[in-house]
């Protein structure tokens, strides 16, 4: 799914306005009828609504949304916000058109004296600014806002949170929504780890703009979903042997970290890689033979942590480097042999990038098209301090750009940066997955899919997707605060399946 900005979107509706073609105001009814039928659908028609509305489109939203409740029966109160001029041409229609619906009060709202009580049992319906705003909120408005987010009432917004701008950091007061009801498409704001307190649960409405738009424009950011993955997504040949899957080396594991080895392996296996192949110090060799006799040992003089790969590493068609390999000078010497004598693209995670952040040279170094996959400490480490999460995707990309690798920056929403600025964000995954070892998981996933012929870009996403899905699957199985990092690999073998349905 495509993200657009505030000015791309604002073009969808005009060109959705001259080539349906339709109304203004009668798209503005779609959007408020959409609206709801998701409060229907999900059981909010039993309680009093209180409706709060600036002047603009997102308010006249709001009246529509108001009348159409009042229709159902529902108990409605109107707040517009007053600065003594008219509204939008739309506004000023749905203003009219709910005069006539006397049983839904309209007061307005002027100065803090006017604010109003709450009674908990209401549902707060936020129209007051949608996605054109573009400067902080001020005077009434903010303490308004203020007032609003100490309800205690449920809030549910229309298109955004007011006063959470779309395409940049947001300053000031910002409604706390427990909804946002927005149109289409997502926001960027939306994907944001610093807005989680504002957007709440974000549900995007189908309010029908045309596609024609959608198809011909151009984005730097997509939400990754089924139809990206199935683009991408190589089916096995029925013919095919495990030569066609690729070799994988992954560089993993010291004393008293040999789960991370064992962790990132066996999801190199369970990802389809056709051999697999590991490295680790002398005092893993039981452990993994025992744990996971699919895998091919080769052991470091070293007992304790990995110094020095003796066999010809250009054999492997990839390799997985950094989960629980310590950061031992040794062994970032040993890293550095690997970046001066493989040319191939590597995935590196954990102590790898631990390891590149002591000594930023390295990062001149990597091979082409090899995928990082930091979280946003080892982020912070490698590329510096940022100010919020708008200022370190466009780090990201530099960095991408800079070095010509692609940038997985961990999150909620993780974030998939190309050398060429597209960002790609993840649609899966659950808070259950934040435990120790996921990303030793993640590392293994993506290790695999390079071998079996997707570009750096492709395995990351699919990778990254497959990740988060197999960590639905066994939260659904185990429940979040119960799932581990080995749950995650045991399920992605249905994770595949559901990716296979996604072909159909």
């Not at 010497?333 to 693209?345: D, Q, T």
């Not at 690798?405 to 964000?425: D, E, N, Q």
């Not at 012929?453 to 979040?480: F, N, P, Q, R, T």
Request: charged content about 20%; some cysteine; hydrophobic content about 40%.
């Amino acid at each position: 799914m495509k993200i657009f900005n505030a000015g791309q979107i604002r073009e969808w509706d005009a060109f959705t306005i001259v080539h349906e073609p339709i109304s203004s105001i009668d798209l503005m009814e779609r959007a408020a009828g959409k609206c709801v039928d998701w409060l229907k659908e999900n059981d909010f028609l039993v309680n009093q609504f209180v409706i709060y509305c600036g002047k603009g489109n997102n308010g006249g939203d709001g009246l529509a949304i108001a009348r159409m409740l009042s229709q159902r029966e529902c108990r409605v109160a109107v707040y517009i916000l007053e600065f003594g001029h008219l509204g939008t041409e739309d506004f000023q229609l749905n203003l009219e058109r709910l005069h006539q619906y006397a049983d839904v009060q309209i007061k307005f709202i002027q100065t803090e004296e006017q604010f109003p009580s709450f009674d908990k049992r209401e549902i707060i319906i936020d129209a007051l600014f949608g996605s054109g705003l573009n400067r902080p909120l001020e005077g009434v408005t903010a303490k308004l806002v203020e007032h609003i987010n100490h309800s205690d009432c449920e809030i549910i917004s229309v298109d955004v949170p007011s006063g959470l701008p779309v395409d940049q950091p947001g300053k000031g007061n910002v409604i706390k929504a427990m909804h946002t009801l927005s149109f289409q498409v997502y926001k960027l704001a939306f994907l944001m780890q610093e807005n989680a307190s504002f957007v709440g649960n974000v549900h995007i409405l189908d309010i029908g703009l045309h596609p024609d738009f959608y198809d011909s424009t151009e984005t730097n950011y997509e939400l990754i979903d089924k139809e990206i993955i199935a683009s991408v997504y190589k089916p096995r040949n029925r013919f095919a042997h495990k030569g066609n899957f690729g070799h994988a080396l992954m560089v993993a594991g010291s004393y008293g970290k040999m789960g991370a080895a064992v962790l990132c392996n066996k999801a190199c296996l369970r990802s389809g890689a056709g051999l697999t192949t590991c490295h680790i110090p002398k005092c893993g060799y039981e452990i993994m033979q025992t744990a996971l006799p699919e895998v091919m040992v080769m052991t470091d003089f070293n007992s304790s942590f990995v110094t020095k790969i003796e066999d010809d590493i250009s054999k492997f068609t990839c390799i997985g480097i950094g989960p629980g390999i310590g950061t031992a000078s040794e062994t970032k010497n040993l890293l550095l042999e690997i970046f001066e004598s493989y040319k191939k693209p590597v995935v590196l995670d954990a102590d790898a990038l631990n390891i590149i952040s002591t000594d930023k040279n390295l990062l001149k170094k990597m091979p082409a098209n090899s995928i990082l996959t930091p979280h946003p400490k080892e982020f912070e480490r490698l590329f510096g301090k940022t100010e919020n999460n708008f200022n370190g995707l466009q780090s990201a990309q530099q960095k991408a750009k800079e070095f010509n690798v692609v940038i997985v920056l961990k999150s909620h929403h993780t974030s998939i940066v190309t050398p060429g600025g597209r960002i790609y964000f993840n649609s899966t995954g659950n808070a259950g997955m934040a435990k120790g070892g996921s990303g030793d998981v993640l590392t293994g996933i993506i290790t695999a899919l390079v071998c079996q012929g997707y570009d750096a870009i492709e395995a990351a996403i699919i990778g990254v997707h497959l990740h988060g899905l197999a960590g639905d699957l066994a939260a659904e199985k185990y429940s979040m605060e119960s799932i581990i990092a080995g749950d995650i690999t045991d399920s992605i073998g249905n994770a595949f399946k559901q990716i296979i349905n996604y072909l159909y």
